[in-house]
């Protein structure tokens, strides 16, 4: 399968635990993007690469996720101290740069639970 | 700015037209479409560019009004798999940043 991988597909920690989650994007896509959504919403922006270079965080990011993305292959998503409202779907995506937008490639997601 | 939706939900049967809308405040430079099915990833239907063309593949088929700043997905002849929820993600700039999503529309069609 050479689609976006995520992993792990499902994650219950308990309130305050760190958690990190991985995307595997499609290879030679140079853009990956992170989102999170809810039930009955959709997804919501909140942090983008280019290559290795994290070039837009939502500000709705607080200090308590980070990402990386270390030579511009797979990417990480930290979220430190998790709160019950961390508890969403987190999404990844990943297109190829060029002059005009193309389509973005969705992962199947990271399912948070924070009892 | 998130963009608006609208309706939040369609009931169809199948043979049935259905048309989404999705509106926006800020100027728009691009508009994509996703579908979604309980439990899955977002899947791409098509993109939509300032001053581009009407697009459209087998019956979905969308448009994007400059003016208005509204794009209009149009589902016509409806079969039981277009059921899932509609999302439109839009951006403001050529770069290609990362998009802002609707609330979705959710479509269920029945036989």
């Known amino acids: 399968d050479t689609g976006v991988s995520q992993d792990p597909r499902h994650k219950i920690t308990k309130r305050g635990q760190n958690v990190t989650f991985r995307c595997d994007p499609i290879s030679e896509h140079n853009r990956l993007y992170w989102y999170r959504q809810t039930l009955g919403q959709g997804p919501e922006f909140l942090t983008y690469f280019q290559n290795e270079a994290q070039l837009e965080k939502s500000r709705l990011l607080s200090d308590r996720f980070s990402a990386e993305r270390p030579k511009g292959s797979f990417s990480t998503l930290e979220i430190q101290r998790t709160e019950q409202g961390d508890s969403a779907m987190y999404l990844c995506?990943?297109?190829?740069?060029?002059?005009?937008?193309?389509?973005?490639?969705f992962g199947q997601g990271t399912r948070l639970t924070v009892v | 700015q998130q963009p608006v939706q609208s309706p939040q939900a369609v009931i169809l049967r199948e043979g049935e037209d259905a048309v989404i809308n999705c509106s926006s405040s800020k100027a728009l430079y691009s508009v994509h479409w996703y579908r979604q099915k309980h439990g899955e990833a977002p899947v791409f239907l098509m993109i939509l560019l300032k001053g581009g063309e009407q697009k459209g593949h087998d019956k979905i088929s969308a448009s994007f009004n400059e003016k208005k700043q509204q794009s209009s997905l149009y589902l016509t002849a409806s079969q039981l798999s277009y059921s899932g929820t509609y999302f439109c993600?839009?951006?403001?700039?050529?770069?290609?940043?990362?998009?802002?999503f609707g609330k979705g529309t959710t479509l269920s069609v029945s036989s």
């Open positions: 995506a990943s297109s190829v740069r060029r002059d005009a937008p193309l389509e973005a490639f």
């Open positions: 993600g839009t951006s403001s700039n050529q770069a290609g940043t990362a998009l802002i």
